[in-house]
């Protein structure tokens, strides 16, 4: 894997998470019957930067909860290995609230889609509205973010890498080759 391009370095990544936070306080005009649910496992630390920005906005933090939608994607079945289930922690309840799905990229569309039928499944909420950090294109299904932190045309043989400190010590998105 080859960088091609450093899109956002760790100040960018910074700016970038305030701007986000105030967009969508400002459409929803604040955190009343808001929830924050991260998707595993990237989104998971992105809702939780978010979730926290908001709180020093605010003064008070909305509801937050992690997705695990490994037994929802349509590609399990495409596996010969079993797949690792984590935990779906939701303390809070989501009818009528407004949830804030997070993810990292943005790309085809498929775990989004898995992520709304986990959801679903937990509960009737008043409104999904869908933040990522990256949206690069390419999709399968139709679906679209309400809150972008970038937009990058990306080919085919090009990813997007997504590096956050809590997994990779430093914040950080590129573009990269997947081709030889």
Known sequence: MKILQNI???????????????????RNQGIDNLAIIGIRTRGEFVAQRLAARIADIEGRSPDLGVLDITLYRDDVRQHLRQPEVRVTDITFDIADKHVILVDDVLFTG??????????????????IQLVVLVDRGHRELPIRADFIGKNVTTSRGQEIRVRLREVDDIDAIDLVSIED
Not at 8 to 21: K, P
Not at 110 to 127: E, F, K, P, Y
């Open 8 to 26: 956002i370095d760790e100040h960018g990544f910074d700016r970038m998470l305030s701007r986000l936070a105030h967009e969508i306080l400002e």
């Open 110 to 127: 498929r775990t989004v889609r898995a992520a709304l039928n986990a959801l679903m499944d937990i509960g009737r909420t008043r409104s």
